[in-house]
């Protein structure tokens, strides 16, 4: 029975913990995580397809690198690991912010804090849902969450063109 008891309080700790991660990124890193928050509002197959390019190069070595019997190789396979999970939440970071400005879009009188705190909580208890959650959204935010840190830590913004004199913005 202490197992389950722990078990549980470990996943609460965690649920709880996943909405603050994500509050301290977009505190310590307001700009970071606002390009994200772009990136995921103009173009998010664009960062999908480049989250799963760089899933793979991130995931490749670092296979590699834990499968070798040696220490210093494991230690840098567990060393990548935790960088492209860091970067993976930092675009959640970006998602999180995407869905709290919607809902202050809704006309919610939410302070930008309470609904980032929203947004987040929102985005983890989404991928919670069993099999829909676990199977689709997890990966596909997972993926797009990666793409969309790689081009806010690039800088790399969407661009505008304008087809005609007076016409309105478009996404390239």
């Given at each position: 029975?202490?197992?389950?008891?722990?078990?549980?309080?470990?996943?609460?700790?965690?649920?709880?913990?996943?909405?603050?991660?994500?509050?301290?990124w977009?505190?310590?890193?307001?700009?970071?995580?606002?390009?994200?928050?772009?990136?995921?509002?103009?173009?998010?197959?664009?960062?999908?397809?480049?989250?799963?390019?760089?899933?793979?190069?991130?995931?490749?070595?670092?296979?590699?690198?834990?499968?070798l019997p040696?220490?210093?190789?494991?230690?840098?396979?567990?060393?990548?690991l935790?960088?492209?999970?860091?970067m993976?939440?930092?675009?959640?970071?970006?998602?999180?912010?995407?869905?709290?400005?919607?809902?202050?879009?809704?006309?919610?009188?939410?302070?930008?804090?309470?609904?980032?705190?929203?947004?987040?909580?929102?985005?983890?208890?989404?991928?919670?849902?069993?099999?829909?959650?676990?199977?689709?959204?997890?990966?596909?935010?997972?993926?797009m969450?990666?793409?969309?840190?790689?081009?806010?830590?690039?800088?790399?913004g969407?661009?505008?063109?304008?087809?005609?004199?007076?016409?309105?913005?478009?996404?390239?």
């Amino acid at each position: 029975m202490a197992d389950i008891t722990a078990i549980f309080f470990i996943l609460v700790l965690i649920g709880l913990a996943y909405p603050a991660m994500l509050a301290a990124w977009w505190l310590a890193f307001p700009n970071l995580i606002a390009r994200a928050q772009e990136r995921i509002e103009r173009t998010p197959w664009r960062a999908f397809w480049l989250g799963l390019g760089m899933g793979f190069v991130i995931a490749i070595p670092t296979l590699i690198l834990l499968s070798l019997p040696f220490g210093p190789a494991k230690f840098t396979g567990w060393l990548v690991l935790a960088l492209g999970l860091t970067m993976i939440s930092i675009g959640a970071g970006g998602i999180a912010a995407h869905l709290g400005d919607r809902l202050q879009r809704v006309g919610t009188s939410y302070s930008p804090v309470g609904a980032f705190i929203r947004g987040a909580v929102i985005l983890e208890l989404a991928v919670f849902f069993p099999v829909l959650g676990w199977l689709f959204l997890w990966p596909l935010m997972l993926i797009m969450a990666l793409g969309i840190t790689v081009y806010a830590l690039l800088n790399s913004g969407p661009k505008i063109t304008l087809r005609s004199p007076g016409s309105v913005p478009s996404q390239v």
